[in-house]
Each structure stands twice: as C-alpha cells, then as structure tokens.
C-alpha cells in the first residue's frame, strides 16, 4: 500500500493511499493521556465525525465515508480538485461570487438538517468543476441553535477576511444570498451581528 502524508496536525494525520484512491484520516495518540481514555476519546471522535460526514454526504457534496475498520481511522474517496484557499483568488471576480452563493445555499442545506462544520474555511473547501466539496467535520456536531449556526458562519466570514481580503465583503454577501434559501437564515443572519458585536468587545 503507497501512503503518503498529505497533512499533519495536532489532532489528526491526512494520508493519502494513491493505490486505492482514498483518503485516510488517522487520530494520533496522546501519550500524555492515560491510553484506555486516549483510545475512548478516539474511538468516540472517529465515530462521531464519521457518522456526521454519513449523514452530511446525503445532503451536500462531502465525501462519504467507508465503514469503519479501525477505530481511529476514517477512510474516505480521494476528492480530485483543487482547495478553495488556493484556488479562489485565480477566478474573475463574477465566478468567484458564483462559487460563495453556492457555499451559502449548501451551509444553509447542512444547517437546515442541524449540522455544524465547526471549522468552515475555504481550506477546508475542494473544488471539483462546478462542485464545492466540503471536508474535514472533526469540530462538527449536531445543533439545533441558532447561536452555533451564527458562529459556523462568522467563522467563515473571519476565514474570508483572513484569506481572500481583497474582495471578502462582496464574497460574504453572496455567502448570505445562498443561505437565504434556509427557512432559519433571517434569524441566524440577526444572531450573527451579535455574535459579531461580543468578537469586537473582546477585542478592545
């Protein structure tokens, strides 16, 4: 079998088996926790993520995973295309837009359903032609709140100013047109401002 490393974080190793063409994402152990409760956090956060990217792949376009043959391991088809963080920029400006509306209607399609990403940035974006693929729930959850639907987008609104500060406005404009589709999105986009309001307190 050819691994090969793609990424490296503190939580999880992102290994790419080119003669399967899947990704496996592999929990690394904590040896600083006792390793009965290492393997219980594990084994629980495996499944966890495992089961939301299930149900999230019925809804938008994620990658949906293999059943579980290890604990620690989820194995999932390799999505061939291009991160959203490097590739965004590269388009004119109207095809960029395109692109966060769709974003916008297919958060609104995960957050209709009570899913949480938990780490929406356009990293965590593929591009596959016309297609957004979303990857990477590890801080995903289930929430009926509209508090946690605000704060899934603020984090994206955030990764855009962060990443794509040029046009970040007008992008997250198109981000809310497309969430607008969400029956709840009058309610998470008001929750946002104030959501945007405590970040500004704490930061003075």
């Not at 956090?41 to 990658?63: F, G, M, W």
């Not at 946690?148 to 955030?158: S, Y």
Request: glycine content about 4%; cysteine-free.
């Amino acid at each position: 079998m050819s691994e090969r490393v793609l990424q490296q974080g503190a939580e999880a190793k992102i290994i790419l088996d080119e003669s399967e063409n899947r990704i496996i994402k592999d929990r690394i152990k904590k040896s600083y926790r006792i390793k009965e409760l290492d393997d219980k956090i594990r084994r629980q956060r495996t499944r966890s993520e495992a089961k939301l990217l299930e149900k999230a792949s019925k809804i938008i376009p994620v990658p949906s995973p293999f059943p579980l043959k290890e604990f620690s391991r989820i194995e999932m088809p390799f999505i061939d295309g291009k991160r959203l963080s490097e590739a965004l920029d590269n388009f004119p400006l109207e095809k960029q837009k395109e692109i966060l509306r769709q974003i916008g209607e297919e958060i609104g399609k995960l957050h209709k359903e009570d899913i949480i990403h938990g780490d929406l940035t356009t990293s965590n974006m593929i591009l596959v032609d016309d297609s957004v693929y979303f990857v990477d729930f590890g801080l995903g959850y289930i929430s009926k709140k509209i508090e946690d639907k605000a704060v899934d987008l603020h984090l994206l609104k955030q990764a855009l100013e962060a990443r794509h500060f040029e046009n970040w406005k007008i992008l997250f404009e198109e981000v809310e047109k497309g969430y607008r589709d969400y029956s709840e999105a009058g309610k998470v986009l008001e929750r946002l401002k104030a959501v945007e309001k405590r970040g500004r307190y704490k930061e003075h």
